[in-house]
């Protein structure tokens, strides 16, 4: 069952138009979803735990008047906020018949803090980039089919009434903090490289590849560059960035060739300048991780 089915049977008699929440607790975290019914402006959002959100339908702009920051809010895109953060939502778009709707889950640092141990047991980081940690700041990024079917998930577990409930929702609780914690460690890491590319052999590999998105890879040439044998420098790279270099390559491709499309590049351009020989291939690769296709993607940002 999907979020929008689910949310068909829980929305029924709601008690207010703006922010109208329904709730579901689990172990250490409780999931609610929020949908208003009217356009508002700058209502306050904040939680004493970290807050993940995740857009359904519609449209917000979220200001965090601290930081400077103000940006839109669409559907497929994740909003992390720290413990008492608080920020101020605008909802342009909403009316009765096509609500906004937000699901957000409140996870406890404690929780969090246990499975940032275990990583880091378990597969620690070389020293230059210190240790698994969360970082406490706002994180707001498009995500990717995976992370859009564990919502779906999670959404699902919450409200039904299974056995083995709690457990379940245990599991897909550690499985979202594992993807923000990786996410964040990668952004460091990718921050790292471009700041001091010489600093250590994976770094300089890193390099490389974001310096060189539309090649094709040569891991023998990688290797050199990191001083790594082949067996290391794929070790390395996979504990450090999650997955293999031509994976992370593919997905630093699309993310940039979804920038550029957001800048008004045309689809056909954005292909072949990264290195893409198949307009029909990069098609169904930008689908496959942004769950649009690339002209939806851009149809969604010129209208907004």
């Known amino acids: 069952m999907m979020i929008k089915e689910v949310l068909a049977k829980q929305r029924k008699n709601p008690q207010v138009l703006v922010e109208n929440k329904i709730s579901f607790a689990g172990p250490e975290t409780e999931l609610s979803i929020y949908d208003t019914f009217e356009q508002a402006n700058r209502v306050q959002l904040r939680s004493d735990q970290l807050l993940f959100c995740g857009m359904v339908t519609g449209k917000k702009i979220m ?42 889950i409140e996870i406890s640092l404690e929780r969090i803090n246990k499975i940032v141990n275990s990583i880091e047991q378990q597969t620690p980081l070389n020293q ?25 998930r999670i959404v699902q577990i919450y409200t039904e009434n299974h056995q083995d409930r709690n457990y379940m929702i245990d599991l897909a609780i550690s499985e979202l903090t594992v993807r923000l914690l990786r996410h964040q460690t990668r952004d460091f890491i990718m921050s790292h490289s471009e700041k001091t590319p010489d600093s250590n052999g994976l770094n300089a590999a890193i390099h490389f590849i974001n310096q060189h ?21 794929f070790h390395q ?26 800048k008004g590049h045309q689809i056909t351009q954005v292909c072949f300048e990264l290195g893409y020989n198949n307009a029909s291939h990069f098609s169904r690769c930008f689908k496959q991780f942004f769950n649009l296709s690339p002209s939806a993607y851009k149809n969604r940002h010129l209208s907004s």
């Open 63 to 104: 200001h965090d008047d601290n930081t400077r920051y103000e940006s839109e809010f669409l559907p497929h895109e994740s909003f992390v906020m720290a413990p008492n953060h608080q920020v101020e939502i605008d909802f342009p778009v909403a009316n009765i018949e096509h609500p906004t709707t937000c699901l957000a």
């Open 128 to 152: 230059v980039y210190g240790q698994w940690q969360y970082h406490q700041h706002l994180v707001h990024t498009h995500h990717n089919a995976q992370t859009q079917g564990l919502l779906n």
């Open 213 to 233: 998105l539309a090649a094709n890879l040569n891991i023998e040439e990688l290797c050199k560059i990191a001083c790594m044998s082949r067996t290391k420098f």
């Open 237 to 262: 790279f996979r504990i450090h960035l999650g997955c293999s270099p031509a994976v992370y390559q593919q997905q630093i491709r699309l993310k940039k060739a979804a920038s550029m499309i957001k």
